[in-house]
């Protein structure tokens, strides 16, 4: 029982939930210094070559869960523990504290007003209903206050009292949506092309959400460098009796029936070609080995003799450009009604296609993120405000009134209202 009581104690502690706290934020340095999520071969072909800081290679950091810091069970658990220890600490601290504070001080003795820093005392006469004047003002004050025989309590304020225990009940809130958003969020990209659809089905309802490109434009540079990606979106539901659309954007995601989507990227998805007067679709890849952001497709051309082409485009606004693997020599296709002779083959460029990349992600946590933001906001309001105190007391022997009050915070501010309080029963 003694050792239990000891736990509780070290859990409870400012400095275990400290070591904590730098735990965490160190743990979350790492999540961004090591690439999350990645298949296991890249981290055992990327790090076995090369371990962070000559100790820690690709198996360790399989093995130590660094793969996925904030779903790991180490990264949870601490988590678990914070929330413990914040729980620890408002039931034998904070709680007692508040009761505590709900009772009243009673200052029955002379002596008790000489350690308060704010303090006065005068001679009165016999038969003064002080007391009861200096209730009177006090209630119209807003003050609370307990009357007995010879002396008077007042307080006000005391709900900032309350404040670090609804702070701590929203960290703990903060805390658990936290965890429970690593473990529950799913993220998904794709690369959807004008008027190409994507269905979305809601595991635990069974509702359907369809989400369609109608269109999707580039804002280019004068120097064609890409400024802005704009995604035309249309939602509809399971029955297709609501649509509703909306315009996507770097930096503006859309938020709709608790998904979220950005727009991340674009592609070159299809290049439709007219060859030999046939009309071919074709699907590009993306080819790193080349360039960034250039797309393209080995195919043959030639009537008599046919020779492979590497068509490459890097734009949605061509020209598609034909190498011959021969000797690489260029020839450049352009968008229109322009034709193009390769190896005897008539090309015509109809249309080059770009796709646009989304992210999707569903965090079902949020709500509770955002309730937890707003609950450690009101407990961080409510804590500012100052818990003040007022003693009267009536010395009925020695002929003297003792006049003392203490503020929690700002003592300096609460000086001029005692001082007025003070003028105010000094001159009845």
């Known amino acids: ?37 990645a298949v296991y071969s890249d981290y055992l072909s990327q790090y076995d070559s090369n371990p962070i800081l000559g100790l820690i290679d690709g198996q360790k950091i399989l093995f130590l869960e660094l793969d996925h810091i904030y ?10 523990l914070l929330c413990c220890s914040l729980a620890a600490c408002s039931f034998k601290r904070q709680i007692p504290s508040l009761k505590s504070s709900f009772k009243w001080k009673d200052y029955d003795t002379s002596k008790k007003f000489e350690k308060l820093e704010l303090a006065s005392e005068w001679e009165i006469d016999k038969n003064t209903e002080i007391i009861r004047y200096a ?22 304020g005391l709900i900032g009292k309350i404040g670090p225990i609804v702070v701590h009940i929203g960290l703990i809130i903060l805390l658990i ?13 794709q690369y959807l092309t004008p008027n190409e659809k994507l269905d979305l089905i809601n595991d635990d309802s069974n509702e359907k959400l369809t989400i369609q490109l109608k269109d999707f434009t580039i804002d280019r540079e004068i120097d064609g ?78 009537k008599e003799k046919k020779y492979n082409y590497l068509l490459t485009v890097d734009n949605e606004n061509g020209p598609v450009r034909a190498y011959r693997t021969v000797d690489f020599s260029e020839t450049d296709i352009y968008p229109g009604n322009e034709k193009s002779e390769i ?52 010395n009925v022997d020695s002929k003297k009134l003792f006049f003392g009050g203490l503020s929690n915070k700002n003592l300096s501010g609460f000086r001029s209202e005692f001082l007025e309080i003070l003028s105010q029963i000094r001159d009845f």
Do not use: C
């Open 1 to 37: 029982m003694v050792s239990f009581r000891k736990l509780i104690l070290f859990i409870s502690s400012l400095r275990f939930a400290i070591l904590l706290i730098l735990f965490i934020a160190f743990s979350s340095g790492i999540g961004t210094f090591i690439p999350q999520g």
């Open 71 to 80: 779903t790991s069970h180490w990264f949870l658990g601490s988590l678990v």
């Open 135 to 156: 209730e009177t003002l006090l209630k119209k004050k807003g003050w609370e206050t307990l009357t007995k025989k010879n002396r008077l309590s007042a307080r006000k």
């Open 177 to 189: 949506g936290s965890a429970y958003g690593n473990i529950t969020h799913i993220t998904k990209e």
């Open 225 to 302: 460098k890409p400024s802005q990606f704009i995604s035309d979106l249309e939602f509809s539901d399971s029955e297709i009796k609501n649509r509703e659309s909306k315009v996507l954007k770097v930096n503006h995601p859309i938020r709709y029936k608790g998904i979220t989507i950005y727009q991340a990227d674009w592609a070159i998805a299809n290049i439709i070609l007219k060859i030999d007067d046939i009309v071919y679709q074709l699907q590009l890849k993306e080819i790193p080995e080349i360039g960034q952001q250039i797309w393209g497709i080995l195919i043959e051309l030639g």
């Open 343 to 394: 190896n005897q083959s008539i090309i015509e460029l109809i249309k080059i296609i770009p796709s646009s990349g989304i992210i999707i992600k569903s965090d079902p946590s949020i709500p509770f993120i955002y309730f937890s933001f707003f609950v450690i906001m009101v407990g961080t309001i409510l804590s500012l405000i100052s818990t003040k105190q007022i003693w009267i007391f009536e």
